[in-house]
């Protein structure tokens, strides 16, 4: 198994501005994901986080608006930017290995809007 | 067709009752169905998983149950106690051999003392 840090564990953001969420995993991984979750909602994936590479985004998310950095096989960040009210919600990162596709998630960030 | 359907949406037991949570899926080509279980306020917890070539897989308290044909799955709980009162969420991975998980809507549970 993986374990799973994410920093910070939550915020409180001003209209307009950025916020950049770490996601720290305490051995290498294959595969890393940032998920958004509503409260009391499901999870939706946002992107897949590629090591050395641009991240591949599902739809409804771009680039612009949620940047996603892999420098290693153990580190991601996800940069929520230009935020509004709706942007709140908690920010799920996880990790884990191609070959067994088992996933381990981070405790999230839960992220609020004013 | 990506989706993965869940029911029911919350469910209540006695300590002791055997709760079971039921999964649809659409793709055939998923092959990885874990179950996750979330606490509130903590990220998701990897309770159990299956793939198809097993019919069901046990750990513990926790079981779940593969039918392939009918493309459903589903998660017991045995001897359920007060402390398995969670969310559970299950997922469906594999198409593409991305890693990708697909989860469900989740239902949450609360077992009575």
């Known amino acids: 198994s993986a374990v799973i840090s994410q920093k910070p564990s939550r915020d409180i953001c001003q209209r307009g501005t950025s916020l950049t969420i770490q996601c720290q995993v305490d051995s290498q991984v294959t595969m890393m994901f940032w998920y958004r979750q509503q409260p009391g909602q499901s999870l939706t994936l946002i992107a897949t986080a590629n090591q050395g590479s641009e991240a591949t985004y599902e739809s409804g998310f771009v680039i612009d608006k949620f940047p996603i950095s892999r420098p290693n096989l153990t580190f991601s960040t996800l940069t929520v930017s230009n935020m509004s009210p709706e942007d709140s919600s908690i920010y799920l990162c996880?990790?884990?290995?191609?070959?067994?596709?088992?996933?381990?998630f981070g405790p999230g960030t839960r992220l609020t809007v004013l | 067709q990506q989706q993965v359907k869940q029911s029911p949406q919350s469910l209540i037991v006695q300590k002791g009752g055997i709760p079971i949570i039921n999964c649809a899926y659409e793709?055939?080509?998923?092959?990885?169905f874990p179950w996750y279980q979330q606490f509130p306020g903590k990220g998701p917890a990897l309770l159990i998983a299956?793939?198809?070539?097993?019919s069901e897989k046990k750990e513990g308290r926790f079981t779940i149950s593969f039918n392939k044909s009918a493309k459903q799955f589903s998660l017991h709980i045995m001897d359920s106690q007060p402390g398995d009162s969670a969310t559970y969420f299950c997922a469906a991975a594999g198409s593409g051999n991305t890693g990708k998980l697909i989860f469900g809507q989740g239902t949450t549970l609360q077992v009575k003392p």
């Open positions: 793709n055939t080509a998923f092959d990885y």
């Open positions: 996880s990790g884990g290995q191609i070959l067994n596709n088992e996933q381990f």
């Open positions: 299956i793939r198809p070539d097993v």
